[in-house]
């Protein structure tokens, strides 16, 4: 599970980490039993969406293109999932969570 933190000073969402799971089923030969193998990979990728914004000038209707952009840096969390995050002064502080093994 990711965060998705907002800050409607910035007019933007954050995301960040998450997990997804994945299983594979192998077969040595024919007629013998399958393995299921059971992969979570975890992940450390922040994410700002920018939604369209409002324009009095046009009448309240929605201007623009809503983005998104991946920001990279140096100082990010390890990879998790199940965490909390808050935006506050320029910065998404990340508490908590599960890593991977």
């Known amino acids: 599970s990711c965060t998705l933190t907002t800050s409607v000073a910035k007019?933007?969402?954050?995301?960040?980490?998450?997990?997804c799971t994945s299983e594979e089923k192998k077969s040595e030969k024919e007629g013998t039993t399958k393995t299921t193998t059971t992969k979570t990979r975890v992940f450390n990728d922040m994410y700002k969406f920018v939604p369209p914004s409002s324009s009095s000038a046009a009448g309240g209707k929605r201007c623009g293109v809503p983005t998104w952009t991946k920001?990279?840096?140096?100082?990010?969390?390890?990879?998790?999932?199940g965490h909390c995050a808050c935006y506050a002064k320029g910065y998404v502080y990340v508490f908590g969570g599960e890593f991977t093994s």
């Open 11 to 19: 007019n933007a969402a954050y995301l960040f980490g998450g997990e």
């Open 71 to 81: 920001i990279n840096s140096v100082n990010s969390p390890p990879p998790r999932s």
